[in-house]
């Protein structure tokens, strides 16, 4: 497994502004996601995060209004841009860990309200 | 996107009593994942599957990947208080880049 931690927690935003996220991995990883979960929504994923590369946006997503850097395999961070109420979410990175197969391990997420 | 049909989207269960929840799709998965979220923190990962057939348990849960590589289903026997949460199935399919695809999520509740 993986241990995941995300920075901050939680955090109260005003419109317009942008808010910065950080997963941090107590190990190397090759994949990281960032996901996205609406109030009593399932989980959508908003990107995978490349290391020393561009990330892999999924539709619906474009990268003007969620940035992500991967400077190396421990760390990736994502930002909400010119944020709306819309944008009010719980946003998760997760890890993919080579086991028996393919594992993703997510973090406690960062719950995000714009008023 | 490709869509997971999660069922029931809700359970209200006696503590004690069995569980059983599943997940269907028309397309084919090479793994299906099962987690658990509980309020305020991020989704756990139960249990894993990756072969057609595979049945694998985790203490009181158990699950199963289809035969048909398009289903899979979650047991839970004797539950207690602290089953409750919300549970979703995850799948990557096949030939996809890894990525996870969501069912919906089914809320559990029990009840003393």
């Known amino acids: 497994s993986a241990v995941i931690s995300q920075k901050p927690s939680r955090d109260i935003c005003q419109r317009g502004t942008s808010l910065t996220i950080q997963c941090q991995v107590d190990?190397?990883?090759?994949?990281m996601f960032w996901y996205r979960q609406q109030p009593g929504q399932s989980l959508t994923l908003i990107a995978t995060?490349?290391?020393?590369?561009?990330?892999?946006?999924e539709s619906g997503f474009v990268i003007d209004k969620f940035p992500i850097s991967r400077p190396n395999l421990t760390f990736s961070t994502l930002t909400v841009s010119n944020m709306s109420p819309e944008d009010s979410s719980i946003y998760l990175c997760?890890?993919?860990?080579?086991?028996?197969?393919?594992?993703?391990?997510f973090g406690p997420g960062t719950r995000l309200t714009v008023t | 996107g490709q869509q997971l049909n999660q069922s029931p989207q809700s359970m209200f269960i006696q503590e004690g009593e069995d569980v059983s929840m599943n997940c269907t799709s028309s397309?084919?998965?090479?793994?299906w994942l099962w987690y658990k979220q509980e309020p305020g923190e991020g989704p756990v990962l139960l249990i894993a599957?990756?072969?057609?057939?595979e049945l694998t348990s985790n203490g009181r849960l158990t699950a199963q990947f289809g035969i048909t590589r398009k289903d899979s289903f979650l047991n839970i026997s004797a539950s207690i208080p602290s089953d409750v949460g919300i549970y979703f199935c995850?799948?990557?399919?096949?030939?996809?880049?890894?990525?996870?695809?969501f069912g919906s999520g089914t809320q559990l509740t029990v009840l003393p």
């Open positions: 599957l990756y072969k057609a057939g």
């Open positions: 997760s890890v993919e860990v080579l086991a028996g197969g393919n594992e993703q391990y």
């Open positions: 995850a799948g990557q399919l096949a030939g996809s880049a890894r990525q996870l695809t």
């Open positions: 397309s084919i998965f090479n793994t």
């Open positions: 995060a490349n290391q020393g590369s561009e990330a892999t946006y």
């Open positions: 190990s190397q990883v090759t994949m």
